[in-house]
C-alpha cells in the first residue's frame, strides 16, 4: 500500500468529488478530474480534516509514479489558489517596433517583421494579460493555463523560412515565479 500525504495550507479550501478535486482560494477556483481510467480502481483521493492522501491499493512503479503525480498537482493547485502564479514575457524586435493588444481571450500581435496581417494567440482559462512596454506579464491561479498560454504566444510569433541566428523576433518567456511573485 502506497500513501502520500498533503497538508491543506490555511485560507484554502478543498473539495473532493471521487477523483475531482475543486481548490478555493483568495486567487480563484481551480478545478481538475483526475480520473485515469488505466488507475480508477487502484489509485484513490480521500480529504481528512486539512489533510489531503493520495492512496494506491498497488505498489508498482506506474502506480508510484501515479501518486507522484497527483501529489504534485495538487500542490501547484494549493499554491496557486492562495498565492497564484506570474509569468513574464520579453518582446524582442530589431526593425518593426510589434504591437500588441489583448481582448476576448485572444491576443493580436500586429507589426510583426512588418507583416500588415495580424497574429493571433488564444489567451487560456482566467489568465489575465497586461501589456507594459516591451514586457507581458500573464497572472493566473492555475499554472496549466499559464504555460499553455505562453507556449500560444510563443507559437503565434514563429518564424518560418529565415535564419533564427539572424531573426530573432518574437515574444519570449523570462521569468516564472509562484505566489503573488514573491
Known amino acids: ?3 502520500k500525504k ?6 484554502v479550501e478543498a473539495i473532493t468529488d471521487g477523483k475531482r478535486i475543486t481548490v478555493k482560494g483568495k486567487k480563484g477556483v481551480i478545478e481538475k478530474d483526475f480520473g485515469d481510467p488505466k488507475f ?5 483521493i480521500e480529504k481528512s480534516g486539512q489533510e489531503m492522501t493520495v492512496r494506491s491499493s498497488k505498489d508498482t512503479r506506474k502506480h508510484r509514479a501515479m501518486v507522484g503525480t497527483i501529489e504534485a498537482h495538487l500542490k501547484n493547485m494549493f499554491l496557486g489558489a492562495s498565492g497564484g502564479y506570474k509569468y513574464t514575457m520579453r518582446i524582442f524586435y530589431t526593425h518593426f517596433p510589434i504591437n500588441i493588444t489583448a481582448k476576448d ?6 507589426n510583426f517583421l512588418g507583416e500588415k496581417g ?3 494567440a488564444k489567451i487560456v482559462g482566467k489568465t489575465d494579460v497586461k501589456v507594459e512596454k516591451d514586457e507581458l506579464v500573464l497572472t493566473g491561479p492555475w499554472k496549466e493555463d499559464l504555460g499553455q498560454t505562453a507556449a500560444n504566444i510563443e507559437r503565434a510569433c514563429k518564424i518560418l523560412k529565415r535564419d533564427r541566428r539572424i531573426f530573432q523576433d518574437g515574444i ?3 521569468s516564472r515565479e509562484a505566489g503573488d511573485g514573491k
Open 1 to 3: 500500500m502506497l500513501e
Open 6 to 11: 498533503i497538508a491543506v495550507p490555511e485560507g
Open 40 to 44: 480508477l480502481k487502484t489509485v484513490s
Open 105 to 110: 481571450g485572444e491576443l493580436q500581435i500586429r
Open 118 to 120: 495580424a497574429r493571433t
Open 172 to 174: 519570449y518567456l523570462t
